[in-house]
């Protein structure tokens, strides 16, 4: 990149919670929204990066999201291992945020614990929130519907979310154990990518309208995304639902689709984490879990078998030796962000 | 079946009681163990059926499984959401049956809790379990390490056990939504059925011991498994490994397959059950999440997708109908089971 600029992580915060401040979030959602958007940046996944400000900004500007939500933790009772709280219409960011001290601390008392949360609009990947836990010492899993573009295994037409399902290990040293992904075959923007570069979709990827295979992007857009995995993976969607959506008290995905009949905007449903103290489960039997998994990690990486995250991880490294490195077109864009605020956005 | 011979599911209850109380089995262990055998043979699934019963009695015979084990309560303190019972080197059933009404009365206390088994021999389906916890009105997962029969995604050896995942949400009326299955692509029985058949297998089930891919029977079994659903499926099959092997102190699948040394017994390891009160979840959250899920049940099996087990309930409700129908040969060798005890075993 011979236009590289290259900017620290505390420089990339200020600059996108300026930009979030001038748009009218409050210090607590810019915050919390930007830390996410800078990890993005940061482990070079461009996906979950500075490209979502738009998005953030177009969801303010149409009233689908309230970037002054002050979000409210709602003790279930000091006896119980939920934790719920309730992001006030905001972003997702700043609930988990102000939910993952407690949620912490019920996992260590109780040795599982889970987090709801409740009524926000959620563009982030779920690792940032898998990672929030490991650092803490805990295991945890994250989960949440999307919206309805997904057909069950066997099925016609859009129901499920791309639902993606995060996990978390906590490593000795070094970065965690970490996946995330779509339980959809693919995410909706590769479909996206597919139409705009005019090649055919690989097979089993969607069904078009009528419920047939297809591998044209535009038959695919209009008809449904095909869950990962077949069966397998169609009923792990389907558990996501009912979990993050339906127990909790929230929009599955065809409901969050049908309050805001469109799915340009980021979806505003709930999120579940459930986190896991090794440490209490492991207690009174032999060995220390995080040195018994070191051995699995070590068996699975030497055979020649990729750990999830690693590409996110060296990119980390980088960014934390030199900087993260944006183009001089997205310091442009980022200026102009910050100067016109919402008037950035249609 | 023109040599059909049914029984009442009690009566076969009483039958595989007593095969298993001669061959040297408690009375906790036997009934824990004959229920889950009716339960197969009730809803169709031979596979976990009275077949297994001599496998049950090959494990005892050679000493890798206790069939006068007593299960223990360990009780993590009364303010803990981890309820552990150690199997005492007895079969997983009787350590679950003992384990579940304290796993209820803590999810239901504390939202979430956890069952922790420990030190069994596990032959079973995980469905029964879940079962047992949406019939007390949770939702609930199951998982467990197997054997290391499974390469990782991009690997070239066993790593990963089948490591079977299942789930249950409780319905209002009728059976319960419940998935259970492996996540390797196929089971090992399957591959053993096309060796026995001389077909070969179908792409991507299976790579040969040089890690390359093979649709030949022998070599697969001489190979490894691969996941379902690629590195997706891999990343699942890893989390089991750690949640329900590592963390919780017991076996991984290749610790398993390094203890017995060999696939020919059933693997002796833990597991982990974690159940969810939908009730605490959705309190004072809108709608009933059990009226909820029904919606999304609909949608599912209005588009011509099958919920998963629905042949599984189909045949219960015709077993409590009319009873369970074996064969005179299956009575036969279940006769001769009863005879000669562990003397019918090699």
Sequence with gaps: MSDAITLTSDALQDRVVAILSKAGFNAQQGAAI??????????????????RIEGILRAV????????????LEQQGDGSAIVRVDAKSGFSNAAFELGVPVLAERARRF??????????????????????????????FAMCPSYSTVAPAGGTAPLLGTNPLAFGWPRLDGPPYVFDFATSVAARGE?????????????????????????????????AMLPFGGHKGSAIGTMIELLAGVM???????EALDHLGTTAFAPRHGELIVAFSPEAFAAGRPGNPLVRAEALFEAIAGQGARLPSQRRFAARARAEKDGIQLTSEEIGKLDRLLELGLDAVA
Excluded: M
């Design 61 to 72: 500007k149409a009233g689908k999201a309230r970037p002054d939500a002050v979000p409210v």
């Design 111 to 140: 040795g599982i614990a889970a987090l709801a949360i409740n009524d926000c609009t959620h563009f982030a990947a779920l690792w940032p929130e898998v990672e929030a836990l490991t650092d803490r010492g805990l295991a945890a």
């Design 248 to 254: 909790i008290g929230d929009f599955t995905s065809r």
């Design 34 to 51: 930007a830390r996410v958007i800078v990890a993005g940046e940061r482990d070079a996944c461009k996906s979950h990066g500075i490209y």
């Design 191 to 223: 479909i996206e990518l597919h139409r705009r570069a005019g090649t055919p979709l690989p097979e089993g990827w969607a069904i078009d309208a009528d419920g047939q295979p297809t591998t044209d992007p535009e038959a695919a857009l209009a008809g």
